[in-house]
Structure formats: C-alpha cells, structure tokens
C-alpha cells in the first residue's frame, strides 16, 4: 500500500528502526537507498524490520551517496544475511543513465521474486518490457511519479505497479510558507490504476550530503484535512531570527512555540503521534536535541499520520 521512499542517512535509518512494528503492523514497505559507506545503520534497521515481519526494498545500485560507483556490498549483504528472505529484497533503480542492456544484466542477477524495479527516468520502457516478457510478472514496479509519465508505465500494466511522488518542496527553510499542499495520491492512487503509493516523506527526493549551518530552522509536520477530502498538507515552523548561521537551539526554540501553539488552538488537524508527545516534552524541558533528531520526529510523525488514516478507513 504505501511504499516511502528513504535514503539511508543516519536519522533516517533511526526513524525506521524505531517505527518498525509500526511498519510491519500497516503493511508498509520502505524503500532505502543506501547512501552512507557503512553499512552498520542499514544492517540494524534492516535486523528491526525483520524482527517483527515487516517488508523492506534496499536498492542495490544506488544514484546517490558513497556506493553510487559500486554497490556490492549492499547486494552481498542481502545475500549474506537475507537470502531466502522475500521480506528484505533488491530494489533496482533505473534512470536516465542506464541502457536497456544494463537494465536486463541488474534483472538477470537479481531475478528472485518479488524484486522492485524502480523507475527513476530511465528511457527504454518498451524494449525492457518486450525482453522481460512472462518474466516480468515477477518483478514489482515502482515509478517515481516525475520520471515515468503514463506513457512510460503503460508498457507494465498488469505487473503489480506503485506510483512515488514527492510532496515534499525543498527551499530555504526561511523561505517555507506557514502551509502547503503535500500529496493526495494516499486517497488517489488506485484511480491512476496503481497498487500503492509513496512519497519521500518530509525530506524530498532532491539529495543533498548534508546541510550548512543553519540560518533558519524549521519543523515539517504533516497532517490529513477531513474538510479538503482528506488531502496532506505539510506545516512548516519556523524560527523569527534567521540572519545569522547561531544559536539554533534558540531558533529551534522559538519553532517549537510555534508548533505547541498551533497544536494547543485546537484546529491544527494534527494527530497527536508519539513524535508530537515528545515535541510537547522537548517544549517543556526547553530541550533543543539537535537538528538531525528533529528531522527523525518529522519522519515519524509523517509515518504515524498514514498508518492512522489507513487504518481509520480500513476499519470505517
């Protein structure tokens, strides 16, 4: 059902460690894409999902990060620790630089069952569809929505499809307005035909190392508006002071007021996740716990808000 996109940062690779029963109990499946050198974090957040029966697809030949020229290592743990697992498999991306021939050589040396081709702006949907033939029922299609048009995902009607799309808009975090439209493919996606959905969560596809020092902060909450259809629409908090690259945990301050008085109005339509708990306790304690750990509430919050609506609607 819902498929969220992750790279492999370290924050990132905590949230899903610590949402894992959450995962497996919604039926989602993450997609990583490894990007960091070490692969320690993946490897524990891989063990997580595992533990409790959840799915995950890890991208063996990642476009971004420190494996982007060679990703043997990440398919030689998969073949290590995860062989004959069909609920940790390969996830092969497809883009604008891969041929057809290269894209049939990742197909023929990961052509278990169940494996993910990921399109990301490759080209040659028709000559890869023609050369799978019957073989192509066995590999589950996930198109990022900006990279595969519908003439692209025509050519695997009938193979189990996810469509991806990024809700998130990246700027300066000064730059963000109070709130924004996010993503209606949740309510939309078996209109365009699709067997799920995803998103890049509230970090976005576009794939930075890491950011500078920060001249504004801002906290990214998610939340579902039952007076707009259901639609997502994202919050964004941000700090009043953000001329200078100091004091972020004065700016962080100065968001989260924001953020616990938007929540304490009564109208915010956000859900009352455990990452809002600990905005709520952080606020309190006067706590700033750094800036990766706010992005890894954000996650959660965002993961927590979709497994509550599915939930809602399934048992509605």
Known sequence: MYYPYFRGKQFELIAIRESANLIADSGFVPIIEPVRESLGGLEKALKALADVGAEAVVVVNPRHGDHRENGENI???????????????????????????????????????????????????????????????????????????????????????????????????????????????????????????????????????????????????????????????????KSDTNDTPTDPAGKFAQALGKLVAKLDSGNSNLLETSAVLEFRDLHERGHFPGLGYVKKLSIKHHLETLAEFHSANSNG
């Open 75 to 237: 398919a030689g743990l998969l073949e290590q620790e995860y062989r004959g697992n069909d609920a940790i498999s390969a996830g092969i991306l497809l883009t604008s630089e891969t041929n057809a021939s290269r894209a049939l050589s990742l197909t023929r040396n990961f052509s278990a069952a169940g494996t993910t081709l990921i399109h990301a702006g490759f080209t040659e949907s028709r000559a890869l569809s023609d050369q799978l033939a019957s073989d192509a029922t066995r590999f589950r299609n996930i198109f990022l929505e900006d990279q595969a048009n519908r003439l692209y995902r025509r050519h695997f009607v009938g193979k189990p499809r996810v469509l991806v799309g990024d809700g998130f808009v990246q700027m300066k975090n000064a730059d963000y307005p109070p709130v924004e439209t996010f993503s209606d493919l949740h309510i939309t996606y078996p209109e365009q035909g699709m067997d799920g959905y995803g998103d890049f969560l509230t970090v976005g596809d576009n794939y930075s190392e890491g950011g500078g020092p920060a001249y504004a902060v801002a906290i990214h909450l998610t939340f579902i508006d039952p007076d707009q259809d259901d639609a997502m629409f994202v919050y964004h908090f």
